[in-house]
């Protein structure tokens, strides 16, 4: 996978990830869950906002968010709420190791940084480490 096509599958993650973020805050708001769930919509934005420069730096034309995104099945209570946002930060994950895979250099310690803070939020929604965050196909 080139650079650009990894960035612009991260764009994706990241579009889904602020439409599941704005759903998980909704569902959140007035817990004691509503502040974790703000900063991930708070940092998928500026993640969002940092790979469109990326992608346009590079000469390409970010890809459009969708007008919405499958969430997996109903988000009706604090415990789907909490599930979906381990997902979508184990998604996102998988997205930042292929950027790393894709970049060299002193380039891969920002995506790094963020595959870091993926499997750290993951951990926090569902209570669980997962093994090689990113690499699904590493935890068998």
Do not use: N
């Not at 934005?45 to 992608?55: C, K, M």
């Not at 979508?88 to 292929?98: H, N, R, S, V």
């Not at 993926?118 to 669980?128: D, N």
């Amino acid at each position: 996978m080139s650079l650009v096509d990894s960035l612009q599958a991260a764009l994706a993650g990241e579009h889904a990830a602020v439409y599941g973020y704005g759903v998980i805050g909704a569902r959140l708001a007035g817990t004691s869950s509503s502040v974790r769930a703000r900063s991930g919509y708070d940092t998928h934005r500026a993640r969002r906002s940092s790979l469109r420069t990326a992608i346009v730096g590079a000469g390409a034309e970010p890809v459009p968010a969708e007008a919405a995104y499958d969430l997996g099945g109903p988000v009706l209570t604090a415990a789907q709420a909490k599930s979906l946002g381990a997902r979508i930060e184990l998604g996102a994950a998988a997205t930042y190791a292929d950027v790393v895979a894709a970049s060299d250099g002193a380039a891969r310690g920002i995506p790094a940084s963020w595959l870091t803070d993926a499997a750290v939020r993951a951990a926090g929604w569902s209570g669980t480490a997962a093994v090689f965050p990113g690499l699904p196909e590493r935890s068998r």
